[in-house]
């Protein structure tokens, strides 16, 4: 494969140019290990089977509890959870520091659930499939919760988060 004509930085900046929903992941090992992250690589996959799937970093403090997690939840967040995405954006936290100033309860298997959020999708870890400095992890989706809420949900856009308007917040 050729170099590309252009760098890492210019390729995000590109990339930004996409407005992308804001998830919280959390998720949980056999052994009691608890991961927190914000991700905004996230789409339904399948509805039979149900599936959705959301891509990570490999360098992510969270990959090693992710890829060893049997179970695994993702909560859309809405317009006024600015402050979990950024919390669970933290670098430097635990997951078990990222959720200590989150209100949660424990969903199936002990996977931590926001109960705040509009939308929650967990299941079982699926497939894990690695492409670049990124892995791919596929989730078989066997619990759902619907709040419905008249508030939107949370976008980014061009590195910052945005109103329903299209105006980015600081």
Same mark, same amino acid.
């Given at each position: 494969?050729?170099?590309?004509? +252009?760098?890492? *930085?210019? /390729? @995000?900046?590109?990339? %930004?140019? +996409?407005?992308?929903? $804001?998830?919280?992941?959390?998720?949980?090992?056999?052994?009691?290990?608890? *991961?927190?992250?914000? $991700?905004?690589? +996230?789409?339904?996959?399948?509805?039979?089977?149900?599936? $959705?799937?959301f891509?990570?970093? !490999?360098?992510?403090? !969270? /990959?090693?509890?992710?890829?060893?997690?049997? @179970?695994?939840?993702? &909560?859309?967040?809405?317009?006024?959870?600015?402050d979990?995405?950024? @919390? +669970?954006? =933290?670098?430097?936290?635990?997951?078990?520091?990222?959720? *200590?100033?989150?209100?949660?309860?424990?969903?199936?298997?002990?996977?931590?659930?926001?109960?705040?959020?509009?939308?929650?999708?967990? %299941?079982?870890?699926?497939?894990?499939?690695?492409?670049?400095? &990124?892995?791919?992890?596929?989730?078989?989706?066997? &619990?759902?919760?619907?709040?419905? =809420?008249?508030?939107?949900?949370? !976008?980014?856009?061009?590195?910052? /988060?945005?109103?329903?308007?299209?105006?980015?917040?600081?």
């Amino acid at each position: 494969m050729a170099e590309p004509l +252009f760098d890492s *930085a210019e /390729f @995000r900046q590109v990339c %930004g140019h +996409f407005p992308t929903g $804001v998830t919280a992941v959390t998720a949980v090992t056999t052994g009691g290990g608890v *991961a927190a992250l914000t $991700v905004n690589s +996230f789409t339904s996959v399948s509805l039979r089977p149900a599936k $959705v799937l959301f891509c990570v970093t !490999s360098s992510s403090s !969270s /990959f090693p509890t992710l890829v060893a997690s049997e @179970r695994i939840a993702i &909560h859309i967040l809405n317009q006024d959870q600015q402050d979990v995405a950024r @919390r +669970f954006a =933290t670098s430097g936290l635990t997951g078990a520091q990222k959720l *200590a100033g989150v209100s949660w309860v424990p969903g199936p298997d002990g996977v931590p659930l926001l109960p705040g959020t509009p939308a929650i999708l967990a %299941g079982r870890r699926d497939d894990v499939i690695t492409s670049g400095d &990124h892995v791919i992890i596929l989730l078989d989706i066997d &619990h759902i919760h619907l709040k419905p =809420t008249n508030v939107p949900a949370l !976008s980014f856009y061009r590195g910052r /988060f945005v109103t329903p308007s299209g105006t980015p917040t600081e």
